[in-house]
C-alpha cells in the first residue's frame, strides 16, 4: 500500500515565517545593511552612504565627557556639545567636500577600515527599528598618520522596500578627547 502526502504550495514569500526565524531574517538584514554600509565609506562612496539617509535624519556624534566618581552616570549627556550635530544637507555638504579633491585633509586620501559588531535590533511602537551596534573604524593616511575610533552607534532604521534608511544616528565616540588631526570621516 503507498501512502501518498498531500502537496504543499511552499511559496515562502506568501507565507510568514515563523516568529522566531522572522527575528533572526531581521537581525540578519540589518547587519547585512550594516557591512554594506561600512564597505561604501571604505571604498569611499560617500554619495551612496549620503542615499542610506532619509530626508529627515540627524547625525549627531556628542562630545562625551570625563565625570568624578560622584558626578558619574550611566547617561553621556552632551550639554549641547556636540562633535557633529547634521542634517541632511550638512551631511551632502560635507560629502560634497570630501569628493571635490579640495580637502587637503584627504589628499592623498585615508584608508579606511570600518568594523561593525554587536547589533542588537528592536521593533519601535511607530513601526521603526532601533539598531543598536558598536564600530571600528581605522584610518590610515601618509605612512605616518594612524587613528583608530571606537564607539557604539544607536540608530532609527525605517523599512525601504527590501532595505533600510537611516532616519536617525547618535554615534558616543569612547574618546573623552579625540586625538586625531581632524574628525574628517564618517562613523
Not at 42 to 63: A, K, M, N, S
Not at 68 to 91: N, P, Q, R
Request: hydrophobic share 35%; proline share 4%; charged share 25%.
Amino acid at each position: 500500500m503507498t501512502t501518498t502526502l498531500p502537496t504543499q504550495d511552499h511559496n515562502t514569500r506568501d507565507e510568514a515565517p515563523p516568529p522566531g526565524m522572522a527575528a533572526l531574517l531581521l537581525q540578519h538584514q540589518v547587519e547585512q545593511f550594516y557591512y554594506a554600509e561600512a564597505r561604501m565609506i571604505d571604498e569611499r562612496d560617500f554619495h551612496g552612504w549620503l542615499d542610506l539617509f532619509t530626508d529627515d535624519t540627524r547625525y549627531l556624534v556628542p562630545i562625551h565627557r570625563n565625570q568624578t566618581g560622584a558626578e558619574f552616570t550611566d547617561e553621556l549627556g552632551d550639554l549641547g556639545l556636540a562633535h557633529f550635530d547634521d542634517d541632511k544637507s550638512v551631511l551632502r555638504k560635507r560629502v560634497l567636500r570630501m569628493v571635490s579633491g579640495l580637502a587637503w585633509t584627504e589628499d592623498p586620501p585615508s584608508v579606511q577600515r570600518h568594523l561593525v559588531t554587536n547589533v542588537q535590533v528592536r521593533t519601535l511602537d511607530s513601526g521603526e527599528l532601533a539598531a543598536d551596534c558598536c564600530f571600528q573604524a581605522h584610518r590610515y593616511r601618509l605612512d605616518r598618520e594612524v587613528e583608530v575610533f571606537t564607539g557604539s552607534r544607536n540608530d532609527v532604521l525605517r523599512r525601504e522596500g527590501e532595505s533600510f534608511r537611516i532616519a536617525a544616528r547618535t554615534v558616543y565616540l569612547d574618546h573623552t578627547t579625540v586625538l586625531a588631526n581632524n574628525l574628517n570621516l564618517f562613523l
